[in-house]
């Protein structure tokens, strides 16, 4: 079976949306990116950190969904990484209202070492410093994902250059494509950021969709019209966690391929938006995924008349 | 040869976008649906009113194009109606700078004689009492499609609804379906609408697509990711050309050929957008538009593994 090495934050999250809002409750890139890709057949290990608060409920239901937690470091005496936001009415938009970064100011990841000889490598959004040390552990992948934002090209762009220039696959909105690019259409700054060095550059629209850029191709995947958007917490780290998933699975990188994998990740991202956190991404089952799968197909699919 | 009815304004446009600007050029809804619905194999006919000021070569334009347009009344002692418009530097939204009515301001619509057994009948976007003459006009119209505006809705919403009731396809973007609906979700705002007559609602999203709701089914069509938009004026009218003529000429008013149609009112629309008001929609050859509808075909298209 495949490896899957996955770095990013394992965290508490409070989340106010117009219909409700939680107390502490589960969250982190790393979290919905390991409930998303553990679906497949691959193993996936988490590299993360979190504090002495952390349930060992949590820890105990990442294991019991066969993700290896080996590389999440437990800092007895620190406090788990907290995020607070509160989304518009709109839910395209929020405001962060608490950063605690706590235990994760001073993280330094190890990778096990078992899994230094992964195959598919998924940096999750965290600082590009760490995600370069992940990079340095893990020098037999054959496929490394960058998701990133924002936040870091305003203040460690340099650095995350230098991350960008040895990925595979940069997953980003489109949003932070232009800001990467200085390009606002997004054919031209997925050219642009094909010159930093990705192959393949994948633009996350949220309810716009997703879209696939490869070497003068382009795949768009519709995200599901729902009836409903519940909270898009993790949203975006699920979709990772499917497309990383399935082609860790299936070992096949190819951009036919990758058009599946992402058809996968926006499957996943339409369940995690349908509750807080990760609580729909933890009751998924096989036949609602594959139920989904035929929607998302018939979503598409049109013939032309000879 | 199956009959098009339009109804729209044939107008004089003045653009400004963050790369150029216009004098008076050709404008109107139904300028730009007439554009693209001719392509196809249907008599298309529009109705409409112009000031004395209109150039007669606009007039032998249309004519040359196949258009009748024996029902554009010309007013010798009017003024054509005039809009003006600045985009802002994202392109998808603009401020009306002028809007003078002129001639539209009395238009009583007569649809010629012989288009009045017509078999589709395309009402674009003007006042809802001109639409209602040209539906009271045409009594043997097998579909009838509505494009209108939030500024009907704010100023004319009980005439509108009228309208709405009488037609088989609605089109109109995001916002305007959500203010006619009172439903944000998109899924949500058709059923809503479905209830208020259309058995098709189209809901345009620009740069992201269409969506196209019947009994229950959706079908996305995405936008052409475009290196270049140079100004979005007309495109919602030409992409509603392209799906009433596509309609019309293979008298095929299935959900199954209403997609394709979406496809080729997206596919002509994609290239409105390329230059200012009609003059792109004025050079576009067959040959360009079986190429880019394979790149609309490629961009959606993926196979799951067996």
Redesign the interface.
């Known amino acids: 079976m495949s490896k899957l090495v996955v770095v990013g934050t394992v965290a508490f999250d409070a989340i106010e949306t117009p219909f409700g809002k939680t107390d502490k409750i589960l969250g982190g890139a790393a979290t919905f990116i390991g409930l998303s890709a553990s679906h497949f057949n691959t193993d996936v290990a988490l590299v993360s950190v979190v504090g002495g608060d952390f349930p060992q409920e949590y820890l105990e239901m990442m294991k019991n969904r066969g993700m290896n937690i080996d590389g999440i470091e437990v800092v007895e005496d620190g406090k788990t990484f907290f995020w607070s936001g509160r989304y518009h009415?709109?839910m395209n938009s929020r405001d962060t209202l608490v950063t605690e970064l706590n235990v994760l100011a001073d993280f330094n990841p190890i990778v096990p070492e078992e899994y230094k000889d992964a195959e598919v490598v998924m940096l999750g959004n965290l600082h590009p410093a760490v995600q370069m040390g992940v990079l340095d552990q893990t020098p037999n992948a054959q496929l490394v994902i960058l998701d990133t934002m924002n936040f870091w090209m305003d203040i460690e762009l340099e650095l995350l250059k230098k991350v960008i220039e040895r990925v595979d696959v940069i997953t980003i909105n489109d949003e932070e494509a232009r800001q990467l690019s200085g390009e606002?259409?997004?054919?031209?700054a997925a050219k642009k950021i094909h010159e930093m060095g990705p192959k393949y550059v994948v633009i996350k629209?949220g309810e716009?969709?997703a879209?696939l850029f490869h070497d003068g191709?382009?795949?768009?995947?519709?995200a599901l019209?729902?009836?409903?958007?519940f909270d898009p917490t993790g949203a975006g780290d699920t979709f990772a966690g499917g497309f990383a998933g399935f082609l860790a699975a299936s070992g096949d990188y190819s951009f036919?391929n990758m058009?599946?994998a992402i058809?996968y990740g926006s499957n996943f991202a339409s369940f995690c938006v349908e509750r807080f956190g990760t609580e729909r991404m933890q009751s998924i089952t096989n036949d609602e995924i594959e139920t989904r799968?035929k929607q998302f197909?018939?979503?598409?699919k049109?013939?032309?008349?000879a």
């Open positions: 009415n709109d606002y259409s997004l054919v031209n629209k716009h969709g879209l191709d382009i795949f768009f995947a519709p019209p729902l009836e409903e958007v036919e058009k599946r058809i799968l197909q018939a979503l598409t049109f013939e032309m008349k």
